[in-house]
């Protein structure tokens, strides 16, 4: 089982920056991709940004120029520093683990982490 843990969220306000953090364990699995996903109120989820083991990153439009995705290999850990928030990012922020076991890719989710932006 790989299993996912989400820190970081919190409530803060326009303008404000947060990070948000998620580490993988398990064992007998090799990452592919970690990312994140959020999905606000009466929406349905969306991609937020992804990174690869070559670090290679991709964003979605709405977040360029104020969210960065980085990650610890050593640590198999993923973050999200989330700048110049603003309240329609408000959402529960989802890590996303994309992973190789036996040959085959896996999903993992994490349990989400609640970031409110005030205006």
């Known amino acids: 089982q790989v299993q996912l843990v989400e820190s970081g969220g919190g409530l803060v306000q326009a303008g404000g920056s947060l990070r948000l953090s998620c580490a993988a364990s398990?064992?007998?699995?090799?990452?592919?991709?970690m990312g994140w996903y959020r999905q606000a109120p009466g929406k349905q989820r969306e991609f937020v940004a992804r990174?690869?083991?070559?670090?290679?990153?991709k964003y979605a439009d709405f977040v360029k120029g104020r969210f960065s995705i980085s990650r610890d290999n050593a640590k198999n850990t993923v973050y999200l520093q989330m700048n110049s928030l603003k309240p329609e990012d408000t959402a529960v922020y989802h890590c996303?683990?994309?992973?190789?076991?036996?040959?085959?890719?896996?999903?993992?989710w994490g349990q989400g982490s609640q970031v409110t932006v005030s205006s």
């Open positions: 990174i690869s083991t070559g670090d290679t990153t």
């Open positions: 996303n683990l994309n992973y190789w076991r036996y040959a085959k890719l896996y999903d993992s």
């Open positions: 398990g064992s007998g699995f090799s990452i592919n991709t």
